[in-house]
Structures are given as structure tokens and as C-alpha cells.
């Protein structure tokens, strides 16, 4: 049964690794993209895109958070 819990364990730390909030956004980004594709948008682009702000969003987080302490 450990090495269940240390293969998930693996797993999650590989995919949400620091910041739970970038891991969402990339899934809602992936969904959004997925469903405009079904509707039959070219959209390529709205994955990069959200890539881009969720990376300012993330710097940003951080810089305040150093700027306190």
C-alpha cells in the first residue's frame, strides 16, 4: 500500500508541483481549447496565451510575497 500512496504522491508533485493555481489554469486552459475546437474554432493560439498570463500571474505572486518579507 506505500508504494501506492508514493506513486500518486510522485505524480501529483510532477504535475501540480509548486503552485496548485498554474496546474488549474493549464486544465481550464486545455478544456477551453478542447471546447472551442469542438465548436469549430481554430484555436491554436488560446493555449499559449493563457500559458503566457498564467506565468505573469505566477511572478507576480511571488514578487509580492518576497516584497512583504
Given amino acids: 500500500m506505500n508504494w501506492i500512496r508514493s506513486f500518486v504522491m510522485f505524480w501529483y508533485d510532477f504535475i501540480v ?3 496548485w493555481r498554474v496546474a488549474l ?3 481550464v486552459g486545455l478544456g477551453a481549447t ?3 475546437v469542438h465548436a469549430g474554432v481554430n484555436a491554436w493560439w488560446l ?3 493563457v500559458v503566457a498570463v498564467l506565468l505573469g500571474l505566477s511572478v507576480r505572486r511571488v514578487m ?3 516584497r512583504q518579507s
Fill in 17 to 19: 508541483g509548486d503552485d
Fill in 25 to 27: 489554469g493549464v486544465v
Fill in 34 to 36: 478542447a471546447g472551442l
Fill in 47 to 49: 493555449l499559449p496565451i
Fill in 64 to 66: 509580492l510575497a518576497a
